[in-house]
């Protein structure tokens, strides 16, 4: 069974740092590096919002709002990537999830960003 769960979530004021991370569990290396993986948010009531992405080679995108905040890596080897976030700000606070597209209906429990003073 497939499986992510993200970590590294937690309140933070204004200008703050978190580092995100995800593990993968139930995906075969070959098929972890098959894809790109990605960041995405949610806050309640609104859609889902892809944040930053990044290919196996480690090509990166972000959504203009984080761009030169936000860094996405991976961790092939291990099957994780992480999401370093800094200057963080309110409109940053959602859930934060991970997912790998071939696996597009699995969602893992999130991890909570608030940012607040």
């Known amino acids: 069974q497939v499986r992510f769960v993200e970590s590294g979530g937690g309140l933070v004021v204004p200008g703050g740092s978190l580092r995100l991370s995800c593990a993968t569990s139930?995906?075969?290396?070959?098929?972890?590096?098959?894809?790109?993986m990605a960041w995405h948010r949610q806050v309640p009531g609104k859609q889902r919002e892809l944040v930053a992405s990044i290919t196996v080679r480690g090509t990166t995108n972000y959504v203009d709002s984080v761009k030169g905040r936000f860094t996405v890596s991976r961790d092939n080897a291990r099957k994780r990537i992480f999401l370093q976030m800094n200057d963080l700000k309110p409109e940053d606070t959602a859930v934060y999830y991970c997912?790998?597209?071939?696996?597009?209906?699995?969602w893992g429990q999130g991890t909570q960003v608030t940012v607040s003073s």
């Open positions: 139930g995906i075969i290396t070959s098929v972890f590096n098959s894809n790109a």
């Open positions: 997912n790998h597209p071939n696996y597009p209906h699995t």
